[in-house]
């Protein structure tokens, strides 16, 4: 069977993609990834799955686009019923994985839990979200409970030195140049 069980642990999870439905009748699924280049998900390897609060590994035999969709076949699932028990799990790897990045670049999990403090030493509150623009990443801040400007949650574009001053990933804070007002 290609589902077996991890070992050891994953110590650093991260979710690349998930398991979609089970498409035709040889035990192939739709695979959704969440790496920038969809076909990306396929350079992490091993996969793993949380079942019933276990770790599993997955072993793939092959994957294929399929009109706009990309599909993979699991090692030892070969009927649709089969495929079908694997719809929505999480594609997680190891993120000791992930290729180091030049200074000056981060994955966004890094950022996330981040406190974000202006340049007057004003404490805006703590990353929660990431979201893409097209033109710049945007940090989604959710404010301290009693944010002096009432604020409950800021958008603060993520732009290199215009914006984003200092990213210190070893105390979890971010240096912004932005009015805790706006």
Known sequence: ??????????????????????????????VFSSTEDAESIFDYQPWFIQR????????????????????????????????????????????MQLPALDDGTYYWKDLMGCKVVNLDGYEMGKVIDLMETGSNDVLVVKANLKDAFGAQERLIPFLDEQVIKKV??????????????F
């Open 1 to 30: 069977m290609s589902i077996k069980p991890a070992a050891p642990p994953l110590v650093n999870p991260i979710v690349l993609g998930k398991m979609g439905a089970a498409y035709g009748i040889r035990g192939w699924l739709k």
């Open 52 to 95: 019933a609060g276990k770790w599993q590994q997955v072993e793939l035999e092959g994957w294929k686009h399929h009109n706009q969709d990309l599909i993979i076949k699991v090692k030892g699932i070969d009927d649709r019923d089969a495929a079908a028990q694997l719809t929505n799990y999480e594609i997680t790897v190891d993120s």
């Open 168 to 181: 210190d990933l070893s105390t979890g804070t971010i240096e912004v140049d932005w009015d805790p007002g």
